[in-house]
């Protein structure tokens, strides 16, 4: 298997505008995960998905923040309107099941938002 | 609230040592404890899971310990490689059939010839 998909690998926008991150997760996972990763606080989990399903949004920082998944081979992250502080690198990763919670993570998006 | 801490932030240390990086966590009803490495600029790599149940994980030259009772986990790098360099962190999962990872802020680790 590929692993973990993540593009694009890096996104340069201007404030205000809508960035969309995309995710292939491994095949046959069936959890979903998306993470942000900053210098200051570290990798935070941001909202995950089970088959397809969203289970815990907590971590979304505000409304201009969103996650889909439509199907199980692909899930989006969009950011509307974009703001400098969102600069960050998002991570995607994949886990199967309940007997086993290895979470597998992809290469990342590096997002600057000037 | 539940926390994870790492100590050290960062550690510098000649090939060929044997080091311990270290990992507490507040809350002790963990489900299970995840060690992650991450090179710079690319995406985590899983080294040992542990689960609640169990006091060590081996895997080549790391191993990985659990105490749940005094809430700490520690990383065994035997005969570091100058390969060995990167962030190292720790992770911890509460809850059964619950899925999110609490991250420590990582330990990152040189290794020079």
């Known amino acids: 298997d590929a692993g973990v998909i993540q593009s694009p690998r890096h996104e340069v926008t201007e404030m205000g505008q809508e960035v969309t991150l995309r995710c292939k997760p491994i095949s046959g996972h069936d959890y979903l995960f998306w993470y942000r990763q900053t210098m200051m606080r570290g990798l935070e989990l941001l909202i995950y998905?089970?088959?397809?399903?969203?289970?815990?949004d907590s971590g979304m920082p505000e409304d201009r923040f969103s996650a889909k998944m439509p199907n199980a081979s692909f899930s989006t992250l969009k950011i509307q309107p974009s703001e400098p502080r969102d600069s960050a690198v998002y991570f995607c990763?994949?886990?199967?099941?309940?007997?086993?919670?290895?979470?597998?993570f992809g290469p990342g998006t590096r997002l600057t938002v000037t | 609230k539940q926390e994870v801490t790492q100590i050290p932030a960062a550690l510098s240390v000649p090939e060929g040592e044997n080091l311990v990086l270290n990992c507490s966590f507040t809350?002790?009803?963990?489900?299970?404890l995840q060690w992650f490495r991450q090179d710079p600029g690319k995406g985590l790599t899983s080294l040992l899971l542990i689960q609640s149940s169990q006091r060590e994980q081996t895997s080549g030259r790391l191993n990985a310990s659990l105490d749940k009772s005094s809430g700490r986990s520690t990383l065994y790098i035997a005969a570091s490689q100058p390969g060995d360099s990167a962030t190292y962190l720790c992770?911890?999962?509460?809850?059964?059939?619950?899925?999110?990872?609490?991250f420590g802020a990582g330990t990152r680790l040189a290794v020079h010839p």
């Open positions: 992770a911890v999962r509460y809850g059964g059939g619950y899925n999110k990872l609490i």
């Open positions: 809350d002790s009803a963990i489900y299970n």
């Open positions: 990763a994949s886990s199967f099941g309940l007997s086993s919670y290895e979470q597998y």
């Open positions: 998905f089970n088959n397809n399903v969203p289970i815990d």
